[in-house]
């Protein structure tokens, strides 16, 4: 009983297949076409290779009348024939009917032909799903028009209106017609109960080429290969052949400028590394790579997409500057005025030539390079060398520090070039102590006689407070009228503190006033000192006339107030007469000058006259 | 306040100057030379302050701060132009003036001789 039922089982699953129709029926979508592979241009030795099949150009005989070339054909690598072809009579040569390979032309040695493989490709797509329809329905697909005019025993009566008029055909189950090459109607099933019948509709296809470009970075170093990643898509309905990609840059170096794939099946990708190297440049350039992609689909027509990518080369010549903080002991968790900074710098050459450099790194002016004489060195560095120049920097003020980039400088062509090493974005802080005085005056022109307030502002620019002595002293030509010049106590990080006294003016002169000095320790017990700015005070004389006139009137303060100007000071040295005298001269200077040639034509006129 | 100062002074060296050329035409060149020198070296003799502080006041800074332009070099400007007009009017009214009278002298020996 069993063996049975398994015999009936196994012939029914036999069966199964062929009763199931839709697998063939598709195949009505497909078309054994002479497939465009690809338009070569090949000089004698050059090969083109096809999907399975190999074209070789042997050799191009261009002496006689009709040039001739000898095309050999491999498959799978092994050669299997060899073509006499010209571009008149021998011009197609079909191999197996498998291979037909078309000569175009020859000309000047180059064989120009097309290929084609005889293939059952899918051409047709569904344009119209299959829809039921009654007797009167219509169907419309673009510019054909599907009636279905009657249904009976016969089949279907269906008219298809198109651009080439009207056609009337009756269809049975399955059967289905193709018009002009691009539209074709198929009667999937018609129901003799309902009448009803199901119709569906094909175009050809077409392929849709889509070319991506990607590279691992956009920046690049002088003669550094490029990562250069094409990405071939074809998001149509039938496959692209014979694809050729060219690839070519503004700049440097294309490794393989030619590439080609025999086909790319719809809703597949293809991805190409492209070998590019980046020229040796000294400065930074952009560099423009361009690549355009072409395929065709069976019938030969061209698709054709570009595709550019732009990348920046830098120079040859590369410094990287490291700024390492290293505290003086382990077990601080702050950067200290006692610890150091170790800095490297590190040169690169990618040409293929050695070159001499200057390399250039500023400290902040409150540190000292130690362990080299400066920062400033001249070295040789070899094609394709990398050196490091190791040195440690010792703060002596807490603040906060950025450090500038380190430079290299050096001579290409009769050309000076130069490169920075990144910027610093980060500042470093150096903990510590730090006070800075200032000492100024409220009024720097005055007269004998006249007070001024002089002020000294300590400020605690460091992270810790600090105990300070603030010591002033009033110079010679000056007296202290009210206010000390001395101050003692604390200060807080981040605070100030102002001390001011009245001096007046003795006698006249300039008068360079002392550096105010500041003495403080910090909470460790370290002791510093900080000096301020040593302003002047210029004291005049008053005119020994009119002086009140002077005093409200040609005081420079005064006018300084009211236009910001400042008149000449020397002026209020000078007495009425010796002003008036002074005017009077330069009036007689300026009279006599202008005087001359009148004089001299005077002279000379009455002397003709006489 | 700069501009206004300026404007200030300009209007009154304007002043200066005109009255000046005023009197050389209506009156006497003479009398015009007088003025001119006389009467910023007396404003200097009266009121030393104030003048002093007029010709002091500095206006522009040209060529970087180098060259000052202060009243005291507008008088001088003013002063060398005016002084040159007045200088070369007399000239030529002198010039004018014996041309004249040579031909007149010329005419009458002329006339004398027939």
Known sequence: ?610 | MEILAFIGCAMLFVTFALTVLFILIKISSRLAMLVLVAVPVLAVIIMPGTSLAFLSYRHFLFAGGLVPVNNFHILLTLWSTLAGIILYTEFLTWYLTIGKRKKAEGNVSGTSGK
């Not at chain 1, 006294?501 to 000095?517: C, E, F």
């Open chain 1, 1 to 610: 009983m069993a063996v049975r039922t398994l015999t009936v089982l196994i012939f029914a699953i036999t069966l199964l297949p062929a009763l199931v129709y839709p697998v063939s029926a598709y195949d009505i979508q497909d078309e054994s076409l002479w497939i465009f592979q690809g338009a070569y241009e090949l000089a004698a030795g050059n090969r083109a290779e096809l999907e399975g099949f190999t074209v070789k150009v042997h050799s191009v005989d261009m002496d006689s009348a009709e040039p001739s070339a000898i095309v050999l054909v491999y498959h799978n690598r092994d050669f299997k024939r060899s073509f006499f072809t010209d571009a008149s009579a021998n011009s197609e040569q079909i191999y197996d009917n498998e291979l037909k390979i078309n000569v175009l032309g020859i000309n000047s040695g180059i064989v120009s032909l097309e290929t084609y493989k005889q293939k059952s490709e899918r051409v047709w797509v569904t344009s119209v799903p299959k829809t039921n329809m009654k007797v009167g329905d219509t169907l419309e697909d673009g510019s054909y028009r599907v009636k279905l005019k009657e249904v009976g025993e016969s089949g279907a009566l269906v008219s298809i209106e198109g651009k080439n008029g009207v056609f009337e055909e009756t269809y049975q189950s399955g059967s289905y017609r193709k018009f002009a090459g691009d539209f074709m109607i198929r009667v999937i099933y018609i129901n003799p109960n309902t009448r009803d019948v199901s119709i569906e509709t094909f175009r050809p296809g077409a392929p849709a080429l889509t070319v991506d470009i990607l590279t691992d970075k956009i920046v690049y170093g002088s003669n550094e290969d490029i990562s250069y990643v094409l990405t071939l898509t074809n998001s149509g309905t039938i496959p692209l052949h014979g694809i050729t990609m060219t690839t070519g840059s503004s700049a440097g170096m294309v490794g393989e400028p030619h590439l080609q794939q025999a086909v790319l099946d719809p809703l597949k990708v293809k991805k190409f590394i492209v070998p590019v190297r980046t020229p040796v440049t000294p400065v930074t350039r952009n560099i423009l790579i361009e690549s355009q992609v072409t395929g065709y689909d069976y019938m030969g027509n061209e698709y054709s997409e570009p595709a550019s990518f732009e990348v920046q080369v830098r120079p040859y010549i590369s410094i990287e500057k490291k700024v390492e903080a290293v505290r003086n002991s382990p077990k601080d968790t702050e950067m200290g005025t006692d610890g150091h900074f170790m800095i490297t710098l590190t040169l690169k050459n990618t040409a293929g030539y050695r070159t001499t450099l200057e390399v250039r790194d500023e400290l902040p002016s409150s540190m000292i390079p130690e362990g080299v004489e400066g920062t400033e060195w001249t070295m040789l560095l070899d094609a394709g060398a990398t050196k490091e120049i190791s040195y440690t920097a010792k703060p002596t003020e807490a603040g906060s520090f950025t450090f500038k980039p380190g430079t290299a400088q050096w001579k290409d062509g009769g050309e000076t070039y130069i490169v920075e090493s990144s910027p610093f974005t980060d500042a470093f802080i150096v903990r510590g102590s730090k006070v800075i005085i200032e000492k100024s005056i409220v009024s720097s022109y005055l007269y004998t006689g006249e007070m001024t307030e002089i002020v000294v502002s300590a400020v605690n620019a460091g992270n810790s407070n600090v105990r300070i002595t603030l010591t002033d002293s009033v110079p010679e030509g000056l007296s202290l009228v009210s206010g000390q010049p001395l101050w003692e106590g604390d200060i807080e990080a981040g605070a100030s503190k102002k001390i001011s006294y009245v001096v007046k003016t003795i006698s006249a002169g300039t008068v360079m006033l002392p550096a105010a000095r500041a003495d403080y320790t910090d909470l460790e017990g370290k002791q510093y000192s900080a000096v301020s700015d040593t302003p002047v005070i210029y004291i005049d004389d008053v005119l020994t006339t009119e002086h009140n006139q002077i005093s409200t009137d040609a005081k420079p303060g005064s006018v300084n107030v009211q236009t910001g100007e400042t008149p000449d000071i020397g002026n209020t040295e000078l007495t009425r007469i010796e002003a008036a005298g002074f005017l009077l001269s330069a009036f007689i200077t300026l009279f006599s000058l202008l005087a001359i040639i009148p004089a001299l034509m005077y002279l000379a006129i009455r002397g003709v006259y006489r």
